[in-house]
């Protein structure tokens, strides 16, 4: 059994977790630190484990060995939104919370994502980016101290992710809760993160601080580089430089 502690009380300290599926070590001791408030992004080829290690920290996975320190308080967003399709849109905020004012909380919580008008709207109405914001909403509405973030704008298109990333980092600036976010986008992770992590041979293999000044421009030279050194270490060769024009003299 995997021993979770919360003696991180608003960071994450794991130590040497393993996780073995029939013959196979996806998780080979993994060591991670995620201090309160911090972004942390985790990067690796398909099948690496990365949703294995989030679902850990969400203490949805007790099959592991090691040690995990997680906050109490912690939510997790998934590349689909997972809304219950009977129940409108605000209910499915605070889905499996108690107290009075549960809709006061509901539609603050779409406020904060851009949604208070669809609070009484059924799920199959929303647009996929919209869903994905109500799942953020539904995340929010826990005030989590770490945020797991599974792919979540893996589907969206182009355009809606990019607003979605821009909306991650507002609440990310106005809340700072920890926040792991799984990803194959190295942009998205060099927008957003203040550490990337890529996950390989069943550990953290390599390590990139982010010190890069927020809100983050894709044409900045650092980040340029920045992102040239995981797409290396994630052994993806970058583009070749155009050719220069051949002499037809
Ligand atoms: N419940 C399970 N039973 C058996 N094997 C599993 C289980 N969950 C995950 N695996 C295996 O563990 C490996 C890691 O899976 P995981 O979903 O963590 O990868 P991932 O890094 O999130 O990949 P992707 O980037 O494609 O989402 C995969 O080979 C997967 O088949
Ligand atoms: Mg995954």
Redesign the pocket.
Known sequence: MTAVTTEAPAGVRVRGLT?V??D?T?LDGVDLDIAPGEFVALL????????????ALAGL?GEGHGDIGVPDRRAVVYQEHRLLPWSRVWKNVVLGLRGGDLRRRADAALAEVGLAARADAWPLTLSGGESQRVALARALVRTPELLLL??PFGALDALTRLKAQALVADLWAEHRPAVLL?T?DVEEALLLADRALL?SGGRIAREYPVALPRPRSLEDPRFTALRRDLLDGLGVAPPPAPAEPEETT
């Open positions: 996780r599926f029939g196979r996806v690796g080829a398909s099948g690496t484990g990365k949703s294995t290690l989030l679902r996975d599974d792919e799984v194959h996950l």
